[in-house]
Every structure is written in C-alpha cells, then in structure tokens.
C-alpha cells in the first residue's frame, strides 16, 4: 500500500521551531518530487516548499525562504520541513505530497499521493 504520513505539527510561540516529517510506505520517496503545503482555515492550499526526485532542485513559496529548510533522509525514506523562526500566519494544516514525475512543484494538482496532514499554530 502506498501511503505517505505527515506528523510534527504541535503549538509553538512565535519565533520558535517545528521539524515537520513525511514517511512513506510503498513507495521510495527519492524516486519522486516531494511537496509540502498548507490550509489555512478558508484559505486555498498553497505550495510551501518542494524538492525534486534526487534533490536536484529545491524551492520555497517567497513567505518562507530563509525561514523553512526541506531535506531528505533516504535511510528513512523520510522528507522533513524545518521551520524557524515561526509567525502566527504560519498557522495551517501541512500537508506533503509525492509527485512520479520527480518535479518540484510549488503547485498542488499535479501530485499523486497525499498525506493526511499535521496541524502547526503558532501562537502566544
């Protein structure tokens, strides 16, 4: 079964620190582009950061760049998103998401599998 879970979502103060983590099962996430996105509470889905199959190329929606890193760890099959220096507006249900043609997309619909999806509020 091919299934992706997203976890690391909690409550942190502004300006603290979250590690977010994509598992996959059924599938090797280095063979595919890996995005991460977010919901706010009516509010479109919107790409936060990808990165392409063999870590070719990355990006970052421009709210987050110098604040959020993705990264791979192909031992664990496991993408993560560090996400410094945490704003209110980052509060959202984070989603990651597996695309087989290995692009980086900051665009949700052109990705195959879907993770649940991990709540992030930060507030004080």
């Known amino acids: 079964q091919r299934q992706l879970v997203d976890s690391g979502g909690a409550l942190v103060q502004p300006g603290g620190s979250l590690r977010l983590s994509c598992a996959a099962s059924g599938i090797t996430l280095d063979d595919y582009g890996i995005g991460w996105f977010r919901q706010a509470p009516g509010k479109a889905r919107e790409g936060v950061s990808c990165?392409?199959?063999?870590?070719?190329?990355?990006n970052y929606a421009d709210s987050v760049k110098g604040r959020f890193t993705i990264s791979r760890d192909n031992a664990k099959n496991t993408v993560y998103l560090q996400m410094d220096s945490l704003k209110p507006e980052d509060t959202a249900v984070y989603y990651c998401a597996a695309d087989m043609a290995g692009v980086c997309y900051l665009k949700p619909g052109t990705y195959d599998y879907w993770g649940q999806g991990t709540q992030v509020t930060v507030s004080s």
């Open positions: 990165i392409s199959s063999r870590s070719k190329d990355i």
